[in-house]
C-alpha cells in the first residue's frame, strides 16, 4: 500500500483490528439527538474475519428478536485516522448494527455499520 503522504488509519469492531487493508469509511455527525452514524467498508478481508464480523451482525434474519435484542449495542466500533508523525485521532466511536460481506467479481468488500 503506498505511503500516502504519512496517512495511517485504523478501524476496530469488537476487539478486531484493521490496519493494513484498503477502506472507505462515511462518517456523518451532527447535533441533533439521534446518534452520528457511520458506515465503513474494508476490502479482501479474509475469510475467517468476514465470518466474524457476520457472527457480531445484530440485523440477522435467522436469530430470534430476543438474541437481537441481547446483542444490540454491545459491540464497539471505532475508525481512527492520522498522520504518521502525529498519530491516530478518533474520527468516529459507536456501536456496531450490522456487518456483511459481499463479492462483487472482483474484491470482497465487508461493509460494517
Not at 16 to 23: A, G, K, N, Q
Amino acid at each position: 500500500m503506498p505511503d500516502l503522504r504519512g496517512r495511517i488509519w485504523r478501524a476496530q469492531v469488537a476487539g478486531f483490528r484493521v490496519d493494513d487493508l484498503d477502506i472507505e469509511f462515511d462518517i456523518e455527525k451532527n447535533l441533533k439527538h439521534e446518534p452520528n452514524k457511520c458506515s465503513v467498508t474494508i476490502y479482501n478481508l479474509s475469510e475467517t474475519n468476514r465470518a466474524a464480523i457476520e457472527q457480531l451482525n445484530i440485523y440477522d434474519p435467522a436469530k430470534s428478536a430476543s438474541k437481537k435484542a441481547a446483542k444490540a449495542g454491545n459491540i464497539p466500533v471505532q475508525v481512527m485516522a492520522g498522520y504518521k508523525d502525529t498519530g491516530l485521532a478518533m474520527l468516529f466511536q459507536g456501536f456496531l448494527r450490522r456487518g456483511l460481506s459481499e463479492w462483487n467479481g472482483r474484491d470482497w468488500s465487508t461493509e460494517i455499520e
